[in-house]
């Protein structure tokens, strides 16, 4: 019996087989979709030895009820192919996908599909069949014997990668996801604060007390430091990787490394404090969850990076407006002013208040540490330091407040996202793109579009922290490994996404910005700097439509002639080039961006609407 | 540029000959002609003739013609002048209404005839004869990743190279991949600065970028330079001034000609002073809000109660096909000056220009402050772009 079956049913499977290959790259997202659905019904129906006989009976009825299919359909099999194979290969490994390829019978297949297009072509249709599709698959590993498994495997011969995910894989996935859970959280956390506040000697000396670099490694640079007169940058050379960043003992870009906790991992961007380098600073910050907020506790410095024209305002707002909810104030230095409380609790109370009144952070979410980076003390272990001990009770170290805070919730069920941050090539592995998972998932052998190009890529390796991973999220700092595109097509700023559901490329859009403390009003017609994710492009802005009461959103003023600092308002925004955006009601971190001019930043927005698009429709179909 | 011959009766109607001596004179011929004038100039036709055989020979003349204009064309990148229209003179090469188009040549002169020369056109004709020398000014914005090669005239910021190539960032272990992004991104902007920038004209080199990068690219560029054995680059060395600016973006060429340190350095002043301008404007209506106006309703209006101090204007406006619309901003502007106003005409090919065009290419800061009338609608839509 299983024999008949799967005699009967190959011949669909070489029509999948075929087609895709002459037609590899071009599908239609919809119909692919649409058309998957009936096949995987087919096996769900019944078990793997009636799926032939219930292919049979669809033939019949399709010929009957569906005229001659025309070519499209013809294409369609190889996606149910591949959606089949995904699943089959998942539950039961022995059945490889390179196998005989068998006899044809293309019509039979066309027919039985296209009129399964006809008959259920409706949302609620894939969802259940998806389900359906996975149990029917669960059954073949139990009931079927080894002989019908691998003919219905070969029958659903892995055509082309699927297109479109199924929620048979998403199934998977969201329990893969739940699993990698249950031990720790991952964070994305940003250092921020005011230049020489200390942040990436406090993260190095960090990292080294957690283990992270070695004891060899950290003699190394104590000794190389030393050559160059710059002993206390020992630990921040741990981040500080290129040869210039070392010999002016300046954070440039942002650092990326993890390390784990007792209860979370964490990946950690080292962002640059001068203001010079504020774009690579937002662009760090766009990718985390939480934030550490360095501030040099030193007589002084602490009062000139808090004054105007310091950093430590301007980066606490841009966290905030990129959606950073809860910070760690590390109170650095504490061992140049001998661990006195009296200056903590200065330091502590005012910038409370202007995290919490003016930023916008919850009280609850605000947090403050004292300790010292170059010393080590209270980062990892518990104070030692007989001032500090005295009057900080109960003692919290910068680990322990880290391990408290808590990890967003990742949008792993909205289509995949990945905004590229950089491309680089490495021996070995051809090309890659590295950047953070936006929204949903993606898996090595995926179809993702990149856009603005509208190039489709295949995924080929998905690596976190340089080791190879099945699958990544949403939240997830990770390098992708691209094939069957050419390099001059991917940019940093690039967008990969599920080919189902496209990202929106926006040369015009309608935005609500909150502006900050402003010399000069905004008019029309303004030049700005528009910093989104990792790229910051060219921008005016070309319409003041409204201002807005602050508090209230209510529209004060219609067309307003120019914008006054400390307000709020809608205006349309024109881009140099056209760049992937995702509105806020959509995806909200991939809805925010910030604008700058001349080296300041002046208002942090959401994008409401894509007025104008340039996309290229041809580039998907 | 040079004036020839200037023809003109009580009504300001009349010709003027003019001689382009440089590039920048073709950006004021540009703004001199009009739709409607006449231009007689030098210039190449093709003629065919054919035999009395039937054979039909191709050849090109060199010959006179006078065109009515319909159309203008300027290219900035080459500064080429080209101005189509009918011949209204007929000579033996080329019948009357036959359409031509002229290409202005340097060092070529032209008659160009107008019904009638306003004020702002015998200005620009003063300023473009005006034989003071300018330094020309070279200027390098950039960013890591993004470079702007620009060459600054009295009237003119050119981009002539836009270099943008990605650069690896820094990453544990593969450091020497983002300094070869980085050199390799040096490299391209030294090509493009010895293709483009010629040291007998250029009197300074700015070099202005965020951060490090501008010490960085030169001193790579020195470098570079002697390993090159280039002479011109090692002996220009002075020249080269640093300058601090928020971005690599062209739009940040505005803070770097505002810096003091770089006015002091440049002898023609122009396009530092149109910066200024557009700065006051926007501290006047940051502090008086009542005090600063753009758009034309609201500075027509102001003008009328004798109210504009400083009229700033774009070139752009008077360049306007529509001949009404162009008298209307020529009233304007001298109404203003009849009342002891001073009006800058900004160039819309620099920076600040650029701006001025997009906030609706007028902009006024008034003597007293006039409340704002709470009426027009939709009158800032109809210059949207």
């Known amino acids: ?621 | 540029m040079k004036l020839l011959q200037r023809d003109m009766d009580k009504t300001n109607s009349g010709s003027v000959t003019l001689v382009p001596e440089e590039s920048e004179d073709m950006w004021h011929a540009y703004n001199l002609v009009a739709v409607g004038d006449t231009i007689r100039s030098t210039t190449i036709r093709k003629v065919q003739t054919e035999s009395a055989t039937g054979s039909v020979n191709v050849s090109k003349v060199r010959t006179t013609l006078t065109v009515q204009v319909e159309g203008i064309d300027f290219d900035t990148q080459a500064c080429v002048l080209r101005v189509s229209g009918r011949n209204i003179s007929e000579n033996q090469y080329v019948k009357m209404g036959a359409y031509h188009t002229v290409i202005l040549e340097m060092n070529r002169q032209f008659t160009l005839n107008k019904q009638e020369w306003d004020s702002i056109t015998l200005e620009r004709i003063d300023q473009a004869c005006d034989p003071a020398q300018h330094a020309d000014l070279v200027a390098i914005v950039m960013q890591e990743g993004i470079a702007h090669l620009c060459l600054i005239t009295p009237s003119m910021t050119l981009v002539r190279a836009k270099i943008e190539t990605s650069i690896p960032r820094k990453r544990k272990g593969l450091c020497d991949q983002h300094t070869k992004g980085l050199h390799r991104f040096y490299n391209q902007i030294i090509q493009a600065f010895q293709r483009h920038v010629n040291f007998d004209i250029v009197k300074c080199v700015l070099i202005a970028s965020p951060g490090f990068v501008k010490d960085h690219f030169t001193d790579y560029l020195f470098a570079e330079a002697m390993k090159m054995d280039d002479k011109t680059i090692i002996e220009n060395k002075s020249k080269f001034v640093l300058v601090h600016s928020s971005s690599g973006f062209k739009h940040s060429l505005k803070e770097v000609l505002a810096d003091p340190v770089i006015t002091a350095r440049l002898s023609d002043t122009k396009a530092a002073g149109e910066v200024k301008a557009l700065d006051d404007f926007y501290t006047m209506l940051q502090t008086d809000p009542d005090r600063a106006y753009y758009g034309v309703k609201h500075c027509e209006r102001a003008a009328e109660n004798q109210a504009i101090e400083i009229l700033l204007v774009s070139d752009e406006l008077f360049r306007s096909q529509d001949i009404s619309q162009r008298k209307r901003y020529v009233s304007l502007v001298d109404s203003v000056r009849e009342n002891g106003g001073d009006v800058r005409i900004f160039s819309s090919l620099h920076v600040s220009g650029e701006q001025l065009g997009q906030l609706s290419g007028v902009a006024a800061i008034l003597r007293f402050p006039m409340p704002e009338e709470e009426e027009e609608e939709d009158e800032n839509d109809s210059d949207d772009d």
């Open chain 1, 1 to 621: 019996m299983p024999g008949v079956g799967s005699d009967k049913q190959l011949p669909a499977s070489e029509t999948a087989l075929s087609t895709p290959y002459t037609a590899p790259t071009s599908y239609t997202v919809p119909t692919a979709a649409a058309v998957v659905k009936p096949t995987i019904v087919t096996p769900s129906a019944s078990s793997v030895k009636a799926t032939v006989g219930f292919l049979e009976k669809e033939d019949t009825v399709v010929k009957k009820q569906t005229p001659p299919v025309s070519p499209l359909p013809s294409k369609k099999p190889g996606d149910a192919g591949g959606l089949k194979l995904k699943v089959s290969v998942a539950n039961s490994p022995r059945s490889s996908p390179k196998t005989v390829q068998q006899q044809t019978n293309v019509k039979k297949a066309e027919g039985a599909v296209g009129g399964m297009d006809v008959r259920d072509g409706d949302n609620a249709g894939r969802e259940m069949a998806g389900s359906n599709l996975r149990s029917a698959v669960e059954m073949m590993g139990l009931e079927g014997d080894e002989g019908t498994i691998q003919s219905s495997v070969n029958s659903m011969k892995p055509v082309a990668t699927p297109k479109s995910k199924s929620k048979a894989s998403r199934l998977d996935v969201m329990a893969e996801y739940s699993k990698r859970h249950g031990d720790k959280e991952l964070l994305n956390l940003v250092v921020i604060g005011h230049v020489d506040a200390g942040k990436s000697t406090l993260m190095g000396h960090l990292l080294y007390q957690l283990g992270s670099v070695n004891k060899k490694t950290m003699h190394k640079y104590e000794q190389e430091s030393k050559k160059l007169g710059k002993s206390s940058f020992a630990f921040a050379w741990v981040l500080d990787e290129t040869e210039e960043e070392r010999t002016r003992g300046v954070t440039m870009d942002v650092a990326q490394t993890r390390f784990e906790t007792d209860k979370k991992i964490v990946t950690l961007l080292d962002a640059p404090g001068h203001k010079d380098f504020i774009p690579n600073m937002i662009t760090g910050t766009s990718q985390a969850d939480v934030a550490v907020l360095v501030i040099n506790a030193t007589r002084g410095e602490f009062e000139t990076g808090f004054d105007a024209g310091g950093q430590t305002r301007e980066h606490a707002l841009l966290a905030r407006s990129l959606g950073v909810g809860q910070v760690i104030v590390a109170v650095n230095k504490m061992d140049t002013i001998d661990w006195s409380q009296e200056r903590y609790q200065l330091i502590t109370k005012k910038l409370g208040q202007f995290l919490t009144r003016q930023a916008g952070f919850r009280e609850a979410d605000v947090t403050f540490v004292p300790c010292s980076g170059l010393s080590g003390e209270n980062l990892s272990r518990p104070p030692a330091v007989p001032e500090l001990v005295a009057w900080y009770t109960p003692a919290t170290t910068l680990v322990e407040q880290i391990d408290k805070l808590r990890p967003p919730v990742r949008p792993i069920d909205k289509p995949f996202r990945l905004n590229v941050s950089d491309v680089f090539t490495r021996v070995g592995s051809g090309f890659n793109v590295a950047g953070r998972v936006g929204s949903g998932f993606v898996q090595p052998g995926d179809k993702v579009i990149i856009m603005p190009a509208a190039m489709t890529a295949t995924v080929k390796n998905v690596f976190i922290d340089d080791a190879p991973e099945a699958v990544a999220f949403a939240g997830d700092q990770v390098n992708i490994t691209l094939s069957g595109v050419d390099m001059v097509n991917v940019n940093i700023g690039s967008c990969l996404c599920d080919p189902s559901s496209p990202t929106k490329s926006a040369t015009r859009i309608r935005a609500k910005i909150v502006i900050f403390n402003i010399a000069v009003p905004i008019t029309k017609g303004f030049p700005v700097v528009f910093h989104y994710q990792s790229i910051n492009e060219p921008a005016v802005i070309k319409r003041l439509l409204s201002q807005l009461n602050r508090s209230t959103g209510e529209v004060v003023k219609r067309k307003p002639r120019c914008l006054v600092k400390n307000s709020s308002a809608v205006v349309e925004i024109e881009l140099e080039r056209s760049l992937c955006l995702e509105l806020y009601t959509d995806f909200k971190d991939l809805g925010r961006f910030m604008l700058r001019s001349g080296g300041h930043t002046i208002a942090a927005g959401l994008v409401e609407e894509i007025v104008q698009s340039k996309m290229r429709q041809n580039g998907l179909s």
